[in-house]
Antibody
């Protein structure tokens, strides 16, 4: 079964850090560009970051540039998002998604809450 | 950054009716890298249409996409009860990838 499973979300204080993980199964992970997308409570979708198959290129939304780092481990079929200097406006559900024909496969999401 | 504006913001229709959702881009989208997603309450988004008009795997043929350049449309020919959800358009031609603000399709 083709599947993405995110983990690592939780409650963190402003200024804190968190590392999200996305475990892939059922498909050839190393051949897919991967993305993180987030959704604030009751709001729309916001693209966060993208990484190419060999990690040669990484792209970020302006809202997270300099604070978030995307990475991947193809041998372990895993995608990561390292989040530093977290702010209240980073609160939301974080989804990982494959990119072949648009964003084809999505995980179930992991909730990040930034609050004191 | 390409800004996508969806209209209407919400749409109230009955099962069996036809739904027409619009997505307008602030500049031309390269190679029609325009997608549509459906998100039901409490669920992850699901890809419906990519490349402006190609249906994703397993998507019923009542869903169709059209358009090019800056104007795109998602049409649902005959609404089923499970189609009432929020729909987002997205451009994935240039980073930053951007989404429209969504159209909420409600049961009348």
């Amino acid at each position: 079964e083709v599947q993405l499973v995110e983990s690592g979300g939780g409650l963190v204080k402003p200024g804190g850090s968190l590392r999200l993980s996305c475990a892939a199964s059922g498909f050839s992970f190393s051949t897919y560009v991967m993305n993180w997308v987030r959704q604030a409570p009751g709001k729309g979708l916001e693209w966060v970051s993208s990484i190419t198959t060999s990690s040669n290129y990484r792209y970020y939304a302006d809202s997270v540039k300099g604070r978030f780092t995307i990475s991947r481990d193809n041998a372990k079929k895993s995608l990561f998002l390292h989040m530093n200097s977290l702010r209240a406006e980073d609160t939301g559900v974080y989804y990982c998604a494959t990119e072949l024909e648009a964003f084809d496969i999505w995980g179930q999401g992991t909730m990040v809450t930034v609050s004191s | 950054e390409i800004v996508l504006t969806q209209s209407p913001g919400s749409l109230s229709l009955s099962p069996g009716e036809r739904a027409t959702l619009s997505c307008r881009a602030s500049q031309s989208i390269p190679s029609s890298f325009l997608a549509w997603y459906q998100q039901r309450p409490g669920q992850s988004p699901r890809l419906l249409i990519y490349g402006a008009s190609s249906r994703a795997t397993g998507i019923p043929d009542r869903f169709s996409g059209s358009g090019s350049g800056t104007d795109f449309t998602l049409t649902i020919s005959r609404l089923e009860p499970e189609d009432f959800a929020v729909y987002y358009c997205q451009q994935y031609g240039n980073t930053p990838y951007t989404f429209g603000q969504g159209t909420k399709l409600e049961i009348k």
